[in-house]
């Protein structure tokens, strides 16, 4: 499948876990080349020596996506190491729940700029090597949260998720001349270790309530990736694709039936 991808350049941000971990992995499995990103080098570092053991190419790259440094870094990484830059999945996130009344603007300030300005920090960085290819890819990860539904304790989560879409929209048309493309994934509910981490209680009721009758997995949203990445998917720019097992859809448990 997308046999287009072989030999392809792609960073993929957040990916020493969850979702970010996933798509590397199909990456790499697709014949390409991939730098691995994440605050932490010694989880980047594994997941990398498990790509290689696999018979793939990665790079580890420890890097903070809300700093200007640390994209610089894993861009000039992938220009070192695989000579330029193809396609970037801009997916490293947060997700602490916080109500707004308790909520402390530091906690604001941090969420959004992982999520918000980290994808602006990402993109902006990596334009100079995926603009000179003529077929650039840029593969943002949002969610259902902000952008479709709310949550009580989530509405800095869903403004930034939000917010990344429409920084999307825009990015569309500055970056079409170059042929570079700019599409958005929004997940539903995708065991990871950060969804994991919000409790069986969490988990279950999230269960109940995807049609499908399961949660997502990491490659349910990295095939989407790849097939926003691929020669397949040149004509699309400025979209979103919602992967979640129909969980938007119902307009109460009771319609699911
Ligand atoms: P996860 O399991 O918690 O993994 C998050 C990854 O991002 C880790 O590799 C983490 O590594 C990295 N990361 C966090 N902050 C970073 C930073 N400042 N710079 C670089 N890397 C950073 O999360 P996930 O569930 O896979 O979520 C990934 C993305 O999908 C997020 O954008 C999230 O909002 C979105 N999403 C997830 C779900 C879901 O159900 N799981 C649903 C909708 C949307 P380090 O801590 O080492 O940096």
Redesign the pocket.
Known sequence: MFASLAGRSVIV?????????GMAKRFAEAGCRVIV????GE?AKLVAEDIAVAGGRAIPVA????TEE?VAAMAAAATEHFGGIDILCA?????TAARIAEMSVGEFDDLMG??LR?TFLSVRACLPELTRTGRGRVIV?????GPVTGMAGWSH?GAS?AGQLGFVRSAALELAAAGTTINAI?????V????VALGSDYLASMAASVPLKRL?S?EDIANAALFFASDEAAFITGQTLIVDGGQVLPESLAGME
Request: a positive charge.
């Open positions: 941000t957040g990916a020493s876990k969850g979702i970010g971990r990103v994440a605050r932490s989880g890097a903070d996506v809300s640390g997916n490293a996130g947060v997700f992982i999520n980290g990860t949002s969610s259902i949260t989560y998720k929004l997940p539903g509910n995708i990871t270790e950060g969804l997502g990491v």
